[in-house]
């Protein structure tokens, strides 16, 4: 399934302006926990909060968004979300040896090398992690920089457009230079408020009403179409 002219106008409208990408990292690159079960994660994690003597609230105990989980702590203090952090670090870094790589994104960041567009990864997922698929993936090379968790504050991960300024920062460059690749709706709103422009990944009918009623400036529902506008951004600029 590929989308129609409409949504290609938009997207190359995008691209026109964008100089550089900032593609999320679990989704649009790949599929970190693709050969994990993720249900213990979740549960380890609220694990170690109650070993604290913690009551967990209904809406942690039925979460399975372990940055909820991390919210939660910091709230209870700095040194549990240490603790809680820590520990999901060394999760998303054991996870890597079985994440799945989203299909056409080599294509994607081959053709942003050849538009004269940089690439970046931002990513709420811990920056060892993401360095460490990126370099099992013989990624590294061509990526221009990461911003992604590095402390234990959640107050600074997407939603928030901290990633993003900072990634911009990095590029010396306004976020408004910069498109936003996400396939969740707190990537768009972190683009939103950042000033950044944003492109929805959606691999189903669904996940692309989110991400359009979240406010993205396009969609695509496989990586492989922003590749090959990519490469018309190429041809055109080659002839």
Known sequence: MSIGRASFAALDDILNQARHLLIDFDGPICSLFAGTLTAPIADHLR????AEG????????????WFE????????SVNLAARIESELTELECTAVAT????PHVNDVITA???????VGVISNNSERAVRSYLTAHDLDNYIDLIAARTSCDPAILKPSPFLIEQAASKLDTPASACVVVGDSPTDIQSAQRAGALSIGY???ASSRERLTAAGADATVLSMADLALRLRARVTDAGG
């Open 99 to 102: 994440a799945a790589p989203t």
């Open 54 to 65: 913690e009551r967990l609230p209904q809406t942690v105990k039925d979460t399975g968004n």
């Open 202 to 204: 959606a691999q189903t």
């Open 112 to 118: 942003c090398r050849d538009s004269a567009r940089s």
């Open 69 to 76: 989980i991390l919210t939660f702590a910091a709230s209870i």
């Open 47 to 50: 694990g170690l909060i109650t």
